[in-house]
């Protein structure tokens, strides 16, 4: 074999490695991220921490309130996402001069899953003041408007148990219907409550939406995706976070879809120029 021969076959070899290696980093980035949670106190969600750790993520810090202040900016630049948990006390998020704006200016992914935060009360992403506390959940969305959406595409309505944890009924409190969401916004999921047979249950915000007046009238452009999932009402009750099965796959698409992109056209190209190459050096090494 000659010293060509041999540099041909090194060279397919090391690019070949290199390939494979790009595609399992990929691999790994594509199924993990690094979230912040704003939460109540530990013993709130530690049951949801360890749902999303489960699934292999971050959470990148102490479950906390951020009452009256919003996360640093060391925390922010560690996080791939914000999710604000069911278990938050609204009134914190409003009660200093431009605090909700100051939230929705924040410049990272947010999942939301109090419906006491969405209302134009607070931070202004549904357009009413409502909220309907303490009411009997269903235990399923209505079907899907948007069936092939990828948060829900190929799955049940399912999405609560029938009880908590503790045995005590499951109940939400919900604001916000199908028809008072941003202009570009998707409404994914709804769901029957009582009379109301269109209250929100997964509503996706892109990037560059006009939200409505927050509580003290400033109008705010999300800087990135927001997502509202309808939570149950776990932290007045047995402090245990509970979904169905169909529901935790549903959070969980939510919270990587929001947390990880799609890796970008380049990154893919190269790894196919790679795999390219490779192949052909030793195609011609051995004909």
């Known amino acids: 074999m000659s010293n060509r021969q041999l540099r041909s076959d090194k060279y397919g070899n090391w690019l070949l490695l290199l390939a494979m290696f790009s595609f399992l980093s990929l691999a790994h980035i594509a199924t993990a991220a690094n979230i912040l949670v704003v939460g109540g106190t530990e013993a709130t969600d530690d049951t949801f921490q360890a749902f999303l750790e489960g699934k292999g993520h971050t959470v990148s810090n102490t479950l906390q309130p951020y009452a009256g202040t919003t996360p640093s900016a060391m925390e922010l630049d560690a996080a791939d996402l914000v999710i604000v948990s069911r278990s938050i006390n609204s009134g914190n998020y409003i009660d200093d001069a431009g605090l909700a704006a100051a939230w929705n200016a924040i410049d990272k992914p947010m999942l939301m899953m109090s419906s006491y935060l969405i209302r134009t009360s607070r ?157 052909t050096l030793r195609r011609r090494l051995h004909s």
């Open 123 to 279: 931070w202004g992403w549904v357009d009413t003041t409502a909220v309907n506390g303490d009411v009997a959940a269903p235990t399923d969305f209505n079907a899907y408007p948007a069936p092939s959406h990828p948060f829900v595409d190929g799955l049940t309505t399912s999405v609560f148990p029938s009880t908590f944890d503790g045995g005590n009924p499951m109940d939400i409190d919900w604001g916000g219907t199908a028809s008072q969401v941003p202009a570009g916004s998707t409404v994914v999921a709804t769901m029957t409550v009582g009379a109301e047979a269109n209250a929100l249950g997964i509503l996706d915000i892109p990037a560059g939406t006009t939200l409505f007046a927050d509580n003290e009238g400033t109008v705010s452009v999300t800087p990135q995706r927001r997502v509202f999932f309808q939570m149950n009402d776990y932290a007045d009750e047995d402090d245990v976070f509970v979904l169905s099965e169909n529901g935790g796959i549903i959070l969980d698409r939510i919270v990587t879809s929001l947390a990880i992109p799609e890796p970008s056209s380049c990154t893919l190209g190269l790894l196919l120029a790679a795999g390219v190459t490779s192949l």
